[in-house]
């Protein structure tokens, strides 16, 4: 491997060796929360707290993760914190909803991601993954790309294409800085917002983060009213995501979403969506440059890729065990926080009412208690016949419960097909021995553009 160890050990941030005070803590977590875990948080099964911040757990053993995110779901909510972090913009989707409201919400939605509707949007995704790769003009020379950048714009296209029938205004630049811009300043954890402070006192990252608020809404809202006005007309409109959100019932009480709704879950889409499979490609194509005996049998399988096959996703089983270990090594969603609603007893440790609850993927997912190796990139973990060893409650990138991702099987497919398609045209090569480095940013980003040599393997199949 590129480090001359039998397995590639990806950079990651030093742990810390003992806790941290009030004001520290405050400070990591604006600046990156994903530097406040120490070395015991990767070993010891749940850490407990009661400081002036109020009782903290931190749980990281597969039976306290069930409990929590699934068998004892109902005693647990998102709490206040996401809601001020990221309530002016996704306040009434299913992120961040609760109760009845998410429960009425999440049954709309369901009949949206069936097998079925997910299966007919693999040529939209493998169309614009084609036409993404074709655009580099491989063929007139090796480039260096952003891949950030370059990944962003793919899974724009793709769920523009495949969700919205290419009605996002075709601004995927303009969605990507704004994004960027909500990400890196409006989305981060204020101090204040910590410390539970009037919503009143401004916030700053809000603050200089508010135009990008305001691009999302306003191009939203005006797609959303635009299509409402032609469903209403009895136009012709697409069979798509956002036709079916705007036209979809409740089965309990035939009610439909509000245009409000509708736009909240829109940009849910497009935050969860979009934003996390771009990142999780990202690390993927740093991972497999830095492999080459893992990129060559990658290669082998895009070689052989078809979009038309029925079982295309069975013919990718080193495919989706890399983007897999991928998301083991860097998550999309670092970290899930709940909040008790009443009292509960977790691994043996009881906790009250208001109880801060925290999953750490990024722990959990390295923790040595459950993991061989947990540094090393070894993606024969999730290979088929190795799959059954990982416990269902130890690895959790789209979360678990009831609460799991909806889109998460449309999200797999969309980065097995993306990256099938690039490596079926192109070799990745590092350019520098300096790997990314990870920072949290609400998703698991890179903290500098990850850029990477792409050189042409042989003219891309028109018809994948």
Known sequence: MAD????FRPWTPARRTRPLGLLPFLWVSWRDPLTMWSERHFREPQLYGNSRLGE??????????????????????????QRRVLGPML????????????????RILAPLFTPARTATMTRPMADCSRRRVESWRLDLGPRVLNLDAEMSGLTFDILSAALFSD???????????????????????????????????????????????????????????????????????????????LTARDEDDGEGLSDREVASNVLTFILAGHETTARTLGWVLHLISRTPEVAARLHQEADA??????DWADRLPW???????????????????????????????????????????????????LWDAPEEFRPERFLPENRKSVDRWAYIPFSAGPRVCIGAAFALNEAMIALATILKAATVEPI????????????????????????????????P
């Open 4 to 7: 001359g160890s039998p397995h």
């Open 56 to 81: 903290i757990l931190v749980v990281s053993h597969p039976e306290g993760v069930r409990q929590v995110l699934s068998s004892n779901a109902a005693n647990y909510e998102k709490g206040a914190l």
């Open 91 to 106: 306040a009434e989707g299913l992120l961040l909803t609760e109760g009845e409201a998410w429960r009425r919400v999440r």
């Open 167 to 245: 009605q996002l205004d075709g601004d995927a630049e303009g969605f990507e800085r704004a994004l960027n811009g909500f990400l890196s300043l409006a989305a981060r954890i204020d101090p204040l917002d910590v410390l539970a402070a009037p919503d009143w006192i401004p916030r700053l990252g809000r603050v200089t983060g508010a135009g990008a608020g305001r691009f999302f809404e306003s191009r939203v809202s005006a797609l959303v009213a635009r299509r409402r006005a032609q469903v209403e007309a009895g136009d012709v409109v697409a069979d798509d995501l956002l036709t079916a959100l």
């Open 305 to 310: 890729f078809d979009a038309e096959a029925p």
């Open 319 to 369: 495919t989706r065990a890399v983007i897999e270990e991928a998301m083991r090594l860097f998550p999309p969603a670092p970290t899930l926080a709940r909040r008790a609603l009443g009292p509960d007893v977790v691994g043996g440790q009881a906790i009250g009412p208001g109880t801060a609850v925290l999953i750490s993927p990024w722990v959990l997912h390295r923790h040595e208690l």
């Open 432 to 463: 520098a021995p300096t790997e990314p480095r990870p920072i949290h940013q609400i998703t698991l980003r890179s903290a500098q553009p990850i850029r990477l040599r792409l050189r042409q393997r042989q003219p891309l199949n028109p018809h």
